[in-house]
């Protein structure tokens, strides 16, 4: 079992900045990546960031955003700079991890979801 718990978003203005944070605990063997998504009404889960090995941006945040992890305590950061209102949206922290049984052994691999933190970027 693998838990993720996000920070809170927020409300920024046209421009600003905004941090998110998500830490992963539970029965972990490794963790094979992180990232973030979001989504807003009506549409898909769309890729924001993740970090595997490699880093990928979407076009839409590329220069912007900025994806890191902290492999030591599973924690993945999202730094995004002059946000725009199009950002607005939920933004969910992906996992993909390795983990253990109840025994210490190796059980199976994940994808785990955070609840999700809200963004709001008013124009």
């Known amino acids: 079992q693998v838990q993720l718990v996000e920070s809170e978003g927020g409300l920024v203005q046209d421009g600003g900045s905004l941090r998110l944070s998500c830490a992963a605990s539970?029965?972990?063997?490794?963790?094979?990546?992180m990232g973030w998504y979001r989504q807003t009404r009506g549409k898909q889960r769309e890729l924001v960031a993740t970090?595997?090995?490699?880093?990928t941006y979407a076009d839409s945040g590329k220069s912007r955003f900025t994806i890191s992890r902290d492999n030591a305590f599973n924690v993945v950061y999202l730094q995004m700079n002059s946000l725009k209102p199009e950002a607005t949206a939920l933004y969910y922290c992906?996992?993909?991890?390795?983990?253990?049984?109840?025994?210490?052994?190796?059980?199976?691999?994940?994808?785990?979801w955070g609840p999700g933190s809200r963004v709001t970027v008013s124009s």
């Open positions: 970090s595997d090995g490699t880093t």
């Open positions: 539970g029965s972990i063997f490794s963790n094979n990546g």
């Open positions: 992906h996992a993909n991890m390795d983990t253990l049984s109840s025994y210490g052994v190796y059980s199976r691999r994940e994808d785990n």
